[in-house]
């Protein structure tokens, strides 16, 4: 069956760092890709989307990338600041579907 | 826009007892999602509407679960009788219907079932 998975343990980097994290799948060929950022006891907010013939998307201080061959996907967040902490959510969708599929997401500390 | 609007934010209601959970999605949006989040399982599917009618709802974990979409401005969630396993976050979201747009979520109903 179809799955997705992100680093389930949280990630604590400091201040000014670049944050990197990881959304690999299986069983699944996603034409979509997105990314979604979620503070606690609130809905996940949308961040990027990128499609599966681009292999970067810059916005901002954000960036990720899409490796179909490697069947994963990376999420960026350079100089970091602790307003960044939070989940980050990826989530995988089909062509001709406005269905997605989401992974678990992996929490991010950032310290001061 | 208010965005999406779920009521209400909190239910607790005993086993056995009927549940209505509410959305008003984002005026414009012909895609609407309920999505339901547990610690253990995070954010899965439930059901999707487009256009007002039920596209995928093989996500619905039981007969005790329905959802209507009776116009393009509300979308309702139920679920009769409620078990103790029902309780977690239910998410509303809704969006264009275009591959390029992201969901927009409601803030979501914490359902508590004992």
């Known amino acids: 069956s179809q799955k997705i998975e992100q680093n389930s343990e949280a990630l604590n980097i400091q201040e000014g760092k670049t944050a990197t994290l990881t959304c690999n799948y299986t069983?699944?060929?996603?034409?979509?890709l997105q990314w979604y950022r979620q503070d606690p006891g609130r809905g996940p907010v949308f961040l990027l989307l990128?499609?599966?013939?681009?292999k970067e998307k810059r916005k901002e201080r954000l960036k990720v990338t899409f490796d179909t061959t490697l069947k994963q996907s990376l999420f960026h967040i350079t100089a970091s600041q602790p307003a960044d902490s939070a989940t980050y959510l990826c989530?995988?969708?089909?062509?001709?579907?406005?269905?997605?599929?989401f992974g678990t997401g992996t929490r991010l500390k950032v310290l001061a | 826009d208010a965005g999406v609007i779920q009521s209400p934010r909190h239910e607790v209601t005993e086993m056995g007892q009927e549940v209505t959970l509410r959305c008003k999605p984002i005026?414009?949006?012909?895609?609407l999602f309920w999505y339901r989040q547990t610690m253990m399982r995070g954010l899965e599917l439930l059901i999707y509407?487009?256009?007002?009618?039920?596209?995928?709802d093989s996500g619905m974990p039981e007969d005790r679960f329905s959802a209507k979409m009776p116009n393009a401005s509300f979308s309702t969630l139920k679920i009769q009788p409620s078990e103790p396993r029902d309780s977690a976050v239910y998410f509303c979201?809704?969006?264009?219907?275009?591959?390029?747009?992201?969901?927009?979520f409601g803030s979501g109903t914490r359902l508590t079932v004992v």
């Open positions: 979201a809704s969006s264009p219907g275009r591959d390029n747009y992201g969901y927009t």
């Open positions: 069983n699944y060929s996603p034409a979509y």
């Open positions: 990128i499609r599966e013939n681009e």
């Open positions: 989530a995988l969708g089909r062509s001709g579907t406005y269905k997605y599929i």
């Open positions: 005026s414009g949006h012909n895609s």
């Open positions: 509407f487009n256009n007002n009618v039920p596209i995928d």
